[in-house]
């Protein structure tokens, strides 16, 4: 149990350990973090140019849950995330969403679809169940 910003006590509460557990079992990394991609991934499949766009910063894994982008859990929860999770991993998926939204405004104005597809190539690489995903 920690403590939030307004200083309440905060419970693990039981289905999101469960969740976590086992979606992370065998893995490096929780699953649902790679909907955080989902902007990229429709920026790579867009018919028309003018929808590929990627319009907002992606966030980072951690991130994601804080800021209720992901499951909206409280900061228990993330920190339990964090315990679970391969931190190499999560650091390579860091610099993956700094890489793409250091980048992100030429991206959109070239439409550069190959620079994305590169980027997600070696996301989809961090965890087992994307690694033979097509691009």
Known sequence: MIAN????????????????DRQIKGEKLYG????????????????????RIIPEPLKHYAER???????????????YLLQKSDPDSVKRFDELVDEINADRERINNEKDVKTVKA?????????????????
């Not at 190539?121 to 087992?128: E, Q």
């Open 65 to 79: 849950y804080r800021t209720g982008q992901g499951l909206n859990w409280n900061e228990c929860e993330v920190e």
């Open 32 to 51: 649902d973090a790679y909907n955080a991609w989902g902007e990229a991934i429709n920026f790579t499949r867009s018919s028309s140019n003018r929808k």
């Open 5 to 20: 910003k307004n200083n309440q006590r905060q419970k693990m509460r039981p289905q999101v350990k469960e969740r976590i």
């Open 119 to 135: 980027i997600l190539k070696k996301v989809y690489g961090l965890h087992g169940h994307f690694r033979d995903r097509k691009i």
